[in-house]
């Protein structure tokens, strides 16, 4: 079995503790270099070598970088993996339009994966979301989302990506609405609701492993593919 090489952006943040604890004891990966924005006294015993946003530069060579930090540091990471001709599999939300474009322009050079999550129960809820709007027409169309109280983007990410799920299946355009509170990992209900009748699907994650076994999993087989923006589902699904 060959190791693939791994660079984690964001390491020090809730997903990146997450993504070191799982790569670390999967032998499919190495990490070579965790980026970090404020001190992490656990990658000491875990001998990886640590660097900060302004060091990217320094980092060994590596297959895919994964990166879950905050929008004022993706530019860094994207430039990076397209200066080292590597993979980029992001999870970072709140992207402006311009970041958002870059990533596009990417594509044209290097494999490249965005989602708003990488739960594979959520690529799942997508799919139904497509279906039961065009099943729904006219069906009014909200979202509510919770998560812990330290995320900054509001609707998160996951609930944007459900709703243009709707909108592609023909739905109404949603509406949202958001919790910010506790320790909440991420739960999320879009509710139909139609002439005397209401239809709710829902996913809530028990723990951040679930997003982080599945960026592991999308950065393991996006590595080594044709330059492209590719999906979460194409990769996990087919």
Not at 37 to 43: K, N, T, V, Y
Not at 123 to 135: I, K, M, N
Not at 150 to 175: F, I, N
């Amino acid at each position: 079995m060959t190791t693939m090489k791994i660079l984690i952006h964001g390491a020090s943040g809730r997903m990146g503790r997450a993504l070191l604890r799982l790569a670390t004891a999967d032998p499919r990966f190495q990490v070579v270099a965790a980026v970090i924005g404020r001190s992490l006294p656990a990658l000491d015993a875990l001998s990886i070598p640590v660097f900060g946003p302004g060091q990217l530069g320094n980092t060994p060579n590596f297959d895919v970088a994964i990166d879950f930090s905050q929008p004022d540091g993706f530019d860094a990471i994207l430039g990076h993996c397209l200066a080292r001709n590597a993979a980029l599999v992001s999870g970072t939300t709140g992207l402006s339009a311009e970041q958002q474009q870059r990533l596009t322009d990417a594509a044209d050079k290097i494999p490249v994966l965005w989602a708003a999550n990488f739960s594979i129960g959520v690529a799942v809820l997508q799919d139904l979301l497509v279906r039961a709007s065009a099943a729904l027409q006219g069906w009014d169309v909200d979202i509510v989302e919770a998560h812990h109280s330290g995320k900054k983007d509001a609707p998160s990410g996951t609930a944007l990506a459900l709703g243009q799920a709707v909108q592609r299946g023909g739905g109404k355009a949603p509406h949202y609405a958001s919790l910010r509170a506790g320790d909440i990992v991420g739960e999320h209900t879009v509710q139909f609701t139609g002439i005397g009748e209401r239809l709710e699907l829902s996913h809530r994650a028990g723990n951040r492993d679930i997003f982080a076994r599945g960026a592991l999993e999308a950065a393991q087989r996006l590595a080594g593919r044709a330059a492209g923006s590719y999906q979460l589902a194409e990769l996990i699904f087919r």
